[in-house]
């Protein structure tokens, strides 16, 4: 078994894998669904489904380093329902299943429960910003593994979101630009977020969408936990195959880092409106 004190590479590696299983990727997709939807649905459900591996990471300097061969499958169930013309409640529940080349305990079960409301506070003909406060309630954790510790505490997310949408003819699209910073219990670092989406219409019922999210820590935590970068991005089509359903189909990538995984990685998902 790799275990953290055995060599730089891996504590790189089990470093980096706690950095990927907190970041809840499926948000900024939820986002951009509600801005686009011509329907202007009261709440919606985003069924994602994603499938990961990194057989290597980026270390203290960004470069690139071997490590042991890493394996993610997770679930997020967005739900999103409007309890007024301005205020939006946000459920997130997940699943995980994760497993670490010569490690004897894969692990899978709950993970993070994201709940929040989301309050729009100015909005426009074709523009819109609001604010979004989260808490992040621990699923299942490996406590016998001290690079995951920060996988079984709480965290809380302060998020700001401005939008805007825009038309070719009789095409459109819009961009998404959020950023947040995320309050850690226990011994990481806090955490600044910055994620954007584009998304482009080439037709009423097909949706392209390119997405980058990225991660910086708030200086050191504490213990093994050192200061760390990743960005991540997905490309990916959403296809309206009736009124209220669509089906989505993507890939995933981390372009950079530090102290971070360098994932690859494919994700599927059905957005229901309601």
């Not at 003819?169 to 850690?184: A, C, E, H, K, P």
Request: proline share 4%; hydrophobic share 35%; aromatic share 12%.
């Amino acid at each position: 078994m790799c275990l953290l004190a055995d060599s730089p590479v891996c504590r790189v590696t089990f470093f980096a894998f706690l950095l990927v299983m907190a970041t809840p990727v499926a948000a900024a997709q939820s986002d951009s669904m509600v801005a686009t939807s011509p329907a202007g649905p009261d709440g919606q459900v985003i069924s994602t489904f994603y499938y990961s591996n990194s057989e290597s990471g980026f270390d203290g300097d960004g470069d690139r380093v071997d490590i042991s061969d890493y394996e993610k499958i997770e679930l997020y169930l967005l739900t999103e329902y409007s309890l007024s013309e301005k205020t939006t409640l946000v459920l997130t529940p997940s699943f995980r299943s994760v497993s670490v080349e010569g490690n004897d305990e894969d692990s899978s079960g709950l993970g993070y429960f994201d709940i929040g409301l989301r309050q729009r506070l100015s909005a426009g003909a074709d523009w819109s910003f609001s604010v979004q406060g989260t808490a992040r309630i621990p699923g299942n954790g490996r406590r016998d593994s001290l690079a995951q510790v920060g996988n079984t505490d709480a965290e809380y997310d302060l998020r700001g979101r401005y939008i805007r949408s825009f038309s070719f003819g009789t095409d459109s699209g819009f961009i998404d630009v959020q950023g947040s910073y995320r309050f850690r219990a226990g011994d990481p670092p806090n955490e600044m977020h910055a994620d954007f989406t584009a998304g482009y219409r080439p037709s009423p019922d097909l949706l392209v969408m390119a997405q980058s999210f990225n991660t910086f820590s708030d200086g050191r935590g504490r213990g093994i936990f050192d200061s760390y970068r990743y960005h991540n991005v997905q490309l990916s089509l959403v296809k309206d195959v009736t009124t209220n359903i669509s089906l989505q189909l993507g890939a995933l990538a981390t372009l950079a880092g530090e102290n971070a995984l360098r994932e690859r990685g494919v994700f599927g998902g059905v957005w229901v409106r309601f």
